[in-house]
T-cell receptor
Framework: NAGVMQNPRHLVRRRGQEARLRCSPM?????VYWYRQLPEEGLKFMVY????????ESGMPKERFSAEFPKEGPSILRIQQVVRGDSAAYFC?????????????FGPGTRLTVL | GDSVTQMEGPVTLSEEAFLTINCTYTATGYPSLFWYVQYPGEGLQLLLK?????DKGSNKGFEATYRKETTSFHLEKGSVQVSDSAVYFCALSDHGSARQLTFGSGTQLTVLP
């Protein structure tokens, strides 16, 4: 069973460009979470999605950031008009439906660098 | 809100030394508790978990016991190896609808041969 997959692993953008980060959850997992890790810090929750629904976006910045998890295809975290402060590692995690427990399984992350 | 406080790092130990990384939490309900490990350049791997008071999680020689009375979940290993060098994160998950993980700031462990 393949783990959580994220791509790209590394992404370089110039200020003002858009960044799109993709996450494919583990097979059978219908819950996806995005976290951001700033240098030398722990992970901070951003958003929790199920298929076609945003369940909790309390950790998302109000502007420029959006996330989706369509019926078909990977979850996408989109950052518009990136700024230097967006440079971080972005991790996706997935978990099975509620009755399967609450353990989250993490992908390898996308390291975004904004020049 | 929920929070996790971890022992400040970095921690440097010699091989075969005893390891303790302290973790305490604040939560309104009865959370599940986790330890994740992050090797350089990689994502987080679940190390162990405990879902209720007095549960002991264990894996690869690491152990942690869910102590409700002291709101703690300290990570221990009796004899560390060089390959244990990594960053260790304590985390909690509430049992409400949000299910987000709240992480501590991480503890860098370096084990010297």
């Amino acid at each position: 069973n393949a783990g959580v997959m994220q791509n790209p692993r590394h992404l370089v953008r110039r200020r003002g460009q858009e960044a799109r980060l993709r996450c494919s959850p583990m097979k059978g997992h219908s819950h996806v979470y995005w976290y951001r890790q700033l240098p030398e810090e722990g992970l901070k929750f951003m958003v929790y999605l199920q298929k076609e629904n945003i369940i909790d976006e309390s950790g998302m910045p109000k502007e420029r950031f959006s996330a989706e998890f369509p019926k078909e295809g990977p979850s996408i975290l989109r950052i518009q008009q990136v700024v230097r402060g967006d440079s971080a590692a972005y991790f996706c995690a997935s978990s099975p439906p509620r009755q399967g427990g609450d353990t989250q399984y993490f992908g390898p992350g996308t390291r975004l660098t904004v020049l | 809100g929920d929070s996790v406080t971890q022992m400040e790092g970095p921690v440097t130990l010699s091989e075969e030394a005893f390891l303790t990384i302290n973790c305490t939490y604040t939560a309104t309900g009865y959370p599940s508790l986790f330890w994740y490990v992050q090797y350089p350049g990689e994502g987080l791997q679940l190390l162990l978990k405990a879902t209720k008071a007095d549960d002991k999680g264990s894996n690869k020689g690491f152990e942690a016991t869910y102590r409700k009375e002291t709101t703690s979940f300290h990570l221990e290993k009796g004899s560390v190896q060089v390959s244990d060098s990594a960053v260790y994160f304590c985390a909690l998950s509430d049992h409400g609808s949000a299910r987000q993980l709240t992480f501590g700031s991480g503890t860098q462990l370096t084990v010297l041969p």
